[in-house]
Antibody, heavy 122, light 106 residues
Framework: QVQLQESGPGLVEPSQTLSLTCTVS??????????WSWIRQPAGKGLEWIGR???????NYNSSLKSRVTISGDTSKNQFSLNLSSVTVADSAVYYC??????????????WGRGTLVTVSS | DIQVTQSPSTLSASVGDRVTITCRAS??????LAWYQQKPGKAPKLLIYKASTLESGVPSRFSGSGSGTEFTLTISSLQPDDFATYYC????????FGQGTKLEIQ
């Protein structure tokens, strides 16, 4: 059973960089046909995909956030990370990591972490 | 970007009711659509993928249909555990979610 767990600071100051890590257990981020994604959800609002990293290490980002986002992987720790720079209060949200299988049924999200709340405030 | 619009935003229903939620895409996405259920304080849970394929372990009262630009999620007989928020998500071109449908107890 694949499990994902987000970790990182719950409070980030405006203009700083938000950094989160997703630790994966029960599966390897460097094997198989999977994308590993970050998704966020502001309080009381809907879901927004941030970006993804493939098992090969290639990345794709939401065009609306692309200039501020970096996703990277650490295969030795079986983790992938999110850096979001120049944050504002609008970046306050619950941040989820999730897995996308790559198969004939497409790239839906089949496993999710529990989410971590990040608040941007001084 | 492909826009995904769900309706209604809120739906009031009773246990035993049959309910349908609609999702419309701004362009054809073939059948590259998933449905999720989210309860307060929890991560979304995958219900259906490729428009109509039921995820393992999901009760058969949930069903999905549609292709192209119009899709539906149907719950055939509402159970108390089904009151939650539902999201559709296109994955034809990266990912976009609908704004959600909150299913409330009438």
């Amino acid at each position: 059973q694949v499990q994902l767990q987000e970790s990182g600071p719950g409070l980030v100051e405006p203009s700083q960089t938000l950094s989160l890590t997703c630790t994966v257990s029960g599966g390897s981020i460097s094997s198989g046909n999977y994308y590993w994604s970050w998704i966020r959800q502001p309080a009381g609002k809907g879901l927004e995909w941030i970006g993804r990293i493939y098992t090969s290490g290639s990345t794709n980002y939401n065009s609306s956030l692309k200039s501020r986002v970096t996703i990277s992987g650490d295969t030795s720790k079986n983790q992938f990370s999110l850096n979001l720079s120049s944050v504002t209060v609008a970046d306050s949200a619950v941040y989820y990591c999730a897995r996308n299988p790559v198969n004939s049924y497409g790239y839906y999200f089949d496993y999710w972490g529990r989410g971590t709340l990040v608040t941007v405030s001084s | 970007d492909i826009q995904v619009t769900q309706s209604p935003s809120t739906l009031s229903a009773s246990v035993g009711d049959r309910v349908t939620i609609t999702c419309r895409a701004s362009q054809s996405i073939n059948s590259w659509l998933a449905w999720y259920q989210q309860k307060p304080g929890k991560a979304p849970k995958l219900l259906i993928y490729k428009a109509s394929t039921l995820e393992s372990g999901v009760p058969s009262r949930f069903s999905g249909s549609g292709s192209g630009t119009e899709f539906t999620l149907t719950i055939s007989s509402l159970q108390p555990d089904d009151f939650a928020t539902y999201y559709c998500q296109q994955y034809y071109s990266f990912y976009n979610f609908g704004q959600g449908t909150k299913l409330e107890i009438q």
